[in-house]
């Protein structure tokens, strides 16, 4: 590689740790799913980054200046310390991720031993040439006789960790497995070829993509849990919305159907069976952590719109225009929307209330529409829905990325459109 080529990789090289680990400090502190640990951890961890690749900036300023040559040996020294410690810092990260304690840990007094073996050789290295030393005329950098002793420790370590990853990949998710072995495998591989051939400027390239590639896979992980536990947390609402069936609309159920018995047995058998249709699909909701079948979901709501028609006889008109079902969406989706209408669309000067639900394939993206001719919605509700609205569009984004909206219909009422890709 020529001396002009090596110049631009090298620059390139440290403007991109250096970009990465200030956009590293920056997610890290911004990502809502890491634990403070985590989060603690991977500062420290691209604040080092960010301090070795420092190292490199000021180098060029004072490499091979005899007057510089106290400040080059400090770079040198620092260069060397904090390459070794971001080095052994993924064995706590390694115990933490396996709930082990680093106290009682093995593998962690192991790993300690060997770089205080690292820092006491680095130490000694500042007395005496037998490992490294700069030249008093032109002050470069020159390898002593004992230079691969000194080199030995690091590797050491390296295979060290792996060895404990690779007992612990049973504990490990596949992503965690494969970031440790992203970060300790291109080191070792590279520090080892060091000790025989110096290679100053591929340790230093595979120092600063390792650590990047490891914190991608690693925070890919923690973000995807982050939206598992949201997930889970609507779901858990779900299933509270579904317990706290409205009192009255029981009690009004079962005195319909009382009262029909008599006067219309047949209607009373029907309303009966769309009433245990209801229940069934809202027990069935409680059970289901996956999208379903819209068909299941439109069936879930005309059984209780039917419940709802009986109730409240003429005063209640609903219409279907549904060709479109091959799609999914989260349980519990359209019929709270279709009970939301009823419940604020029913009013003394609203006779009959009109609930109209609509499907139809736009582009990629399949939409559902419940209209009514209500009394309309206030803007805040709009933008700040309750609970129940607020947990379908949560569920709606997360399990399927789509997305809950709701309109002024023309003439008065309220159109809640829901758009699944």
Known sequence: ???????????????????????????????????????????CFFTILALYACNFVIEPFVYGDPDSLQIEMIIGFLESLLASILIIMPTPYLLN????????????????AIWTVFLTLLVICQFTDIFYYYSPDDAQFQ???LYPLLV???????????AGVIRRR???????????????????????????????????????????????????????????????????????????????FIHNTMTSIYYLCEQDPKRAQQVTMDFNTYLRKNFNAIANDETIPFSEELEHTRAYLAVEEAQ?????????????TQFRVPPLTLQPLAENAVKHGMGPNTVPLHVSIR???????????????????????????????????????LMCNGKLVFEHRQ???????????
């Open 1 to 43: 590689m020529s001396l002009y080529l090596r110049e631009i990789v090298i620059a390139l090289t440290i403007g991109a740790s250096l970009l990465l680990s200030a956009i590293g400090l920056g997610f890290v502190g911004a990502t809502p799913g890491m634990t403070r640990w985590n989060k603690r951890f991977f500062m």
């Open 359 to 397: 499907t139809r394939k736009v582009g990629s993206a399949s939409e559902v529409v419940v209209e009514d001719n209500g009394p309309g919605f206030d803007h805040a509700i709009a933008k700040d829905p309750h609970t129940t609205l607020a947990n379908i569009c949560q569920r709606l984004e």
């Open 152 to 162: 030995v420790p690091l590797p050491a370590l390296l295979f060290l960790c792996l």
């Open 170 to 248: 049973d504990k490990l998710s596949k992503r965690q497995f494969y970031a440790f072995l992203v970060f300790l495998v291109p080191l070792a591989i590279s520090i080892t070829v060091h000790m025989f051939t110096p290679i100053y400027l591929q340790v230093y390239i595979a120092m600063a993509v390792s650590s990047i590639t490891m914190f991608v896979i690693v925070v890919s992980e923690q973000n995807e849990q982050y939206i598992l536990l949201q997930q889970e947390t609507a779901r858990q609402r779900a299933k509270i919305a579904v317990l706290q069936m409205r009192p009255h």
């Open 411 to 421: 003439g008065g009422g309220t159109v809640a459109r829901v758009t699944v890709p």
């Open 143 to 145: 390898i002593g006789p």
């Open 312 to 324: 409240f006889a003429n005063k209640l008109v609903v219409e279907f225009d549904t060709p479109h």
């Open 97 to 112: 991720c396996c709930g082990e304690t680093w106290r009682k840990s093995m593998l962690f007094r192991g790993v300690m």
